[in-house]
């Protein structure tokens, strides 16, 4: 019987009547049955051997105790005794059916049957009782062992029935299942089927379920089968239809399902071309065909437009070398807003190999395309340097210009609503070789070429390439620094590491770096005809800085180099060495 009912209630009390497993009671009673009657059998055997038994005992001990008779004679005429009396039983016997035969022959041929048939009746009868002491033993013997065989019989015949449950309906038998547990499938796959809007309440199931005999296998139904035939029998109004199934999720019956069909197929062929391998949706459509309640059936185009709509998604993007804010959000079709809202904080924290949240529109069917594709791919070229000793320290020198090279690359791509998601190398040839670029560095110490000897205690190295003390310190003139005199263009270097705190024309001084050394002293140095070295940079000690000029108040070209200790000039000389 099938009935709406919105309470919870009738749905245990149903699925309490399903679970009984009437089988399993019915041969709990039979069972029980039999085991009565053979329990008052055995009972009634043990009490009768134990009555026998106990009088043979008693005979045996009486016999023991008289005196022995000679053994032969007594054995010998014991049976002789046995053998009259069993010959002399089947005598009698015989003789006792040959009168029965001939009285009743007689009676036959002169009186008629019935009289022949009371003969027969009152002699057997009569003979019967007077030997009903022995026949209820015999009784009692023979009747424990019949039963046990009897029910040995009945198990071994139910055994071998096969068993099913009828299902009921309505009032209608709808089909034998094997097991309960094909109904619930069968109840589950009809739920699925029934699509319920807000204000319906839910279809509730009450068969009457009873357990059969099955004669044949192939009288029993599949759940798919039981679930069309419970709709039938229900009072509701049926379709047969397709039901459409996207991932296993139910969206709805249509009565036809080509519109359907030729709308997914449309989608698809949208990404057709010569070098797409494969093309497929990533989710499983599956069409359903069976009795579907009216109220399930949608038209197709309400199907078709589910199927071709678009769903907001999470999806991330990996900052690439180059890459900013604004940039990202123009890759990915969002404004710099936009992308500010998904993630705060991307304009202070934008570093390569971050992942960039998006929220963007992805199609309900996601679309799988495999292609192959040929390119050619730039193989970058390495970078080797080599120690010269005939350059000073900071110097370098291109010996062999590095070249890229190229290589032809085929490789099968996987696209995922056109972004790629994966990629397999198939081959790849390489179509010319990269060429590796050899970097000469120089390893010379900078000394000056003449003049003053160099007495400091060593902390700081020769600034210059060369070059020779033109003014010293002093120099009666007020002098804040050396002069070190070299060709215009001679390199210049840090004196000690630390980091650059200004590069740039300074008044008398020219083009002028300052470095604040690690030691908390700044050197200055003057007159530069190029500044290397840039504010903020850090330096490492005989780090190319700039070059020798003669920019700001100079006469000829020279580095004016000055040691700065806690904002007070000294003498550079007590330090270079």
């Not at 209820?136 to 139910?158: C, E, H």
């Not at 083009?511 to 190029?530: A, E, F, L």
């Not at 500044?531 to 800085?545: D, N």
């Amino acid at each position: 019987m099938m009935s709406r009912t919105g309470k919870q209630e009738d749905k245990m009390s149903a699925g309490s009547e399903i679970r009984v497993d009437l089988l399993v009671r019915e041969m709990e009673r039979n069972f029980s049955r039999f085991m009565t009657k053979l329990g008052a059998h055995i009972a009634h055997l043990a009490y009768f051997g134990a009555r026998n038994a106990a009088r043979a005992v008693k005979n045996f001990f009486g016999a023991v105790s008289k005196k022995a008779q000679p053994k032969t004679e007594k054995v010998k005429g014991g049976f002789d005794n046995i053998k009259e009396k069993v010959f002399g039983y089947f005598r009698k016997t015989e003789d006792y059916f040959y009168s029965l035969s001939d009285r009743c022959g007689d009676a036959l041929a002169n009186e008629g049957r019935a009289e022949a048939a009371k003969i027969f009746i009152k002699t057997v009868g009569g003979s019967l009782w007077n030997a009903r002491g022995g026949l209820v033993t015999a009784f009692n013997w023979i009747a424990p062992v019949v039963s046990i065989v009897f029910l040995v019989s009945v198990v071994s015949y139910a055994t071998k029935l096969n068993y099913g449950i009828s299902v009921e309906c309505n009032g209608e038998n709808i089909g034998v299942i094997s097991k309960e547990a094909d109904y619930d499938e069968a109840e589950k796959a009809l739920q699925e089927r029934i699509t319920y809007v807000e204000g319906n309440e839910k279809i509730v199931l009450k068969p009457k379920l009873s357990v059969t005999i099955v004669k044949d296998s192939s009288e029993i139904i599949e759940p798919e089968k039981l679930v069309d035939k419970m709709i039938v029998s229900s009072d509701e109004e049926l379709s047969n239809a397709y039901g459409i199934y996207v991932d296993g999720k139910f969206l709805g019956a249509v009565v036809d399902r080509k519109p359907v069909m030729n709308a997914l197929a449309s989608i698809l062929a949208k990404y057709q071309s010569p070098d797409v391998k494969s093309i497929s949706f990533q989710k499983t459509v599956e069409y359903k065909q069976g009795l579907y309640l009216k109220t399930s059936i949608v038209k197709a185009e309400n199907i078709v437009s589910v199927l071709t709509s678009n769903t907001q998604a999470e999806a991330y993007y990996t900052i690439q070398k180059g890459d900013t804010p604004l940039i990202i959000a123009s890759k990915n079709g969002l404004t710099l807003a936009q992308l500010k809202v998904l993630n705060p904080t991307i304009e202070d924290e934008c570093q390569i190999g971050q992942k960039v949240l998006l929220n963007k529109q992805e199609p309900y069917m996601p679309v799988k395309v495999v292609k192959n594709v040929q390119y050619t791919e730039t193989l970058q070229h390495d970078t080797v340097k080599v120690e010269s000793n005939t350059m000073y320290k900071g110097n370098q020198k291109v010996l062999t210009k590095g070249e890229d090279g190229e290589a032809y690359v085929t490789a099968e791509v996987t696209y995922v609503n056109g972004y790629e998601v994966g990629r397999t190398i198939i081959s790849s040839v390489i179509t010319k070789e990269p060429v590796t670029e050899k970097i000469a560095v120089g390893t010379l110490t900078p000394k000056p070429t003449s003049g003053a000897k160099i007495s400091g205690n060593g902390k700081y190295a020769w600034p210059v390439a060369g070059g020779y003390i033109s003014a010293y310190f002093g120099d009666g003139r007020g002098h804040k620094g050396v002069d070190i005199a070299a060709s215009a263009g001679t390199s210049i270097f840090a004196a000690e590491s630390g980091t650059v705190i200004m590069s740039q024309w300074y008044y008398g001084y020219g083009n002028c770096i300052m470095i604040r050394n690690n030691d908390g002293n700044v050197t200055v140095y003057g007159h530069q005809s190029k500044l290397i070295a840039t504010v903020g940079q850090k330096v490492e000690k005989g780090q190319l800085i700039g070059l020798v000029g003669r920019t700001g108040q100079a006469t000829g070209n020279h580095l004016h180099f000055e040691v700065r200790v806690n904002g007070k000039c000294v003498n550079p000389m007590g330090y270079i060495g």
